[in-house]
């Protein structure tokens, strides 16, 4: 139900891939919407060179650091999450897989549904949301796996990881090639590695450059003021 009390019809909490997804989906059925988020908006250029630039990297407000990196302790696990404009998929390892089929055969919730066909338009559409394919060259981490495999038999197992990120031509800036140029410029990877860092270069397909960045382009606001630097 849409208001006209108030200045937006919905308000989501975080900008990481549940936040920008539900903005831009609410966005598209023309409710007013705002994002908050509790880190600041980061160009490409911004993020730190090495995970020792505590500040950049970091966030710890309480020790004065308000970087990207985030870690929360719990009894039984730590949490790792991203703080700042595009939530985890600033500091993820924008590694992307489907679900094997045995997943969805489950006791748990296999009699629920037929998962795996349910799934598939939904895994089709972030996959060409986000630009996902297949790492196009062999790394020397992949070619060691490679050859382990070949050592057991598996060799037919092996698979390049399925990544969100552009692999144009290293270092060169083009205009949008995801969405008929009416997404922003990219620069195609490097191979530095970099990838939970903060890419600096703008090959990682982050959430402002896909679903955040059409979310604003509908009208999404920011009203907690994260924009500046």
């Known amino acids: 139900m849409k208001s006209a009390n108030f200045d ?79 939530g985890g ?40 949301m986000l630009g996902v394919t297949p790492v196009p060259f062999d790394s020397v981490s992949q070619q060691l796996i490679r050859e382990m495999a070949k050592h057991f038999g598996t060799e ?10 552009y692999f144009g031509e290293p270092g060169m800036t083009v205009s949008d090639p995801y969405f008929g140029g009416e997404g922003p410029d990219r620069t195609g990877c490097t191979r530095c590695g970099a990838c939970m860092v903060g890419c600096r270069v703008g090959a990682k397909n982050t959430l402002v450059k896909n679903y955040l960045w059409f979310a604003e382009k509908r009208g999404v606001q920011n009203p907690g003021g994260t924009r500046g630097r």
Request: with cysteine.
């Open 8 to 86: 937006f019809d919905w308000l989501v909490i975080g900008s990481g891939f549940g936040g920008s997804v539900s903005a831009l989906r609410l966005a598209d059925k023309g409710y007013r919407v705002g994002v908050l988020e509790r880190g600041r908006r980061y160009r490409d250029e911004d993020f730190p060179k090495s995970a020792w630039q505590l500040g950049k990297f970091v966030w710890a407000p309480a020790l004065g650091l308000k970087g990207i990196f985030r870690m929360a302790l719990f009894r039984h696990a730590l949490a790792v999450s991203g703080a700042g404009v595009g």
């Open 89 to 128: 998929s600033i500091v993820y390892s924008n590694t992307l897989y489907r679900a094997k089929p045995e997943f969805f055969e489950n006791a748990q919730w296999r009699t629920l549904g037929r998962w795996g066909e349910l799934l598939q338009p939904h895994y089709d559409t972030a996959e060409r």
């Open 156 to 165: 037919d197992t092996f698979t390049r990881t399925p990544c969100a990120v």
